[in-house]
């Protein structure tokens, strides 16, 4: 003799077969504070990249890109974690900023080992004081100047001896 199907009996067998992979799928970490910050219009030009996740990350698993307005890469120093802070990964530019739009792209992993992707964009408005003022060299004391200095006082007194 079979048993009719007692839905009452499985309702709760099938919610949480439901439910434990949803929980599982969300234990990925997300991005919840990046420096720069996302969207942002900085007038102050970066030294590093720090983004903080919602969970630890390992930093071996994790990737950082900045790339400029043109898609070329900057430069930047190795991927580290923050002191005293699992959740945080920072790296420093190596390059310096012009005025233009920069994206981040990130890859993070957490205890699951799952990567995690994503990339935002944030714009430096301002031209760095070192970029704007060309280098300039202390005034040189003129030729005839300096052979006046050494006791001659003419050039061509110099080229006639």
């Known amino acids: 003799m079979t048993r009719p199907f007692n839905a009452v009996r499985f309702t709760p067998l099938l919610l949480l077969a439901l439910v434990v992979p949803l929980r599982t799928a969300s234990a990925?970490?997300?991005?919840?504070?990046?420096a720069p910050a996302i969207g942002d219009r900085i007038a102050v030009v970066p030294?590093?990249?720090s983004l903080t996740f919602s969970e630890a990350v390992t930093v071996g698993l994790c990737r950082l890109t900045l790339l400029d307005a043109?898609?070329?890469?900057v430069a930047l120093d190795s991927l580290r974690a923050a002191p005293g802070d699992a959740k945080t990964v920072t790296a420093k530019i190596l390059s310096v900023l012009r005025p233009g739009r920069y994206t981040v792209?990130?890859?993070?992993g957490g205890a699951d080992?799952?990567?995690?992707?994503?990339?935002?964009s944030f714009v430096v408005q301002t031209v760095?004081?070192?970029?704007t003022k060309p280098?300039?060299?202390?005034?040189?004391?003129?030729?005839?100047?300096?052979?006046?200095?050494?006791?001659?006082?003419?050039?061509?007194?110099?080229?006639?001896r």
Request: aromatic share 6%; charged share 20%.
């Open 28 to 34: 990925h970490p997300r991005l919840l504070h990046a």
């Open 47 to 49: 030294r590093q990249v």
């Open 70 to 73: 043109v898609q070329r890469p």
């Open 105 to 108: 792209k990130w890859q993070a």
């Open 113 to 120: 080992g799952h990567p995690v992707r994503g990339e935002y």
């Open 128 to 131: 760095p004081s070192s970029l």
């Open 135 to 160: 280098e300039t060299q202390p005034p040189q004391p003129d030729f005839e100047a300096r052979l006046a200095a050494t006791g001659v006082r003419s050039s061509t007194r110099v080229a006639t």
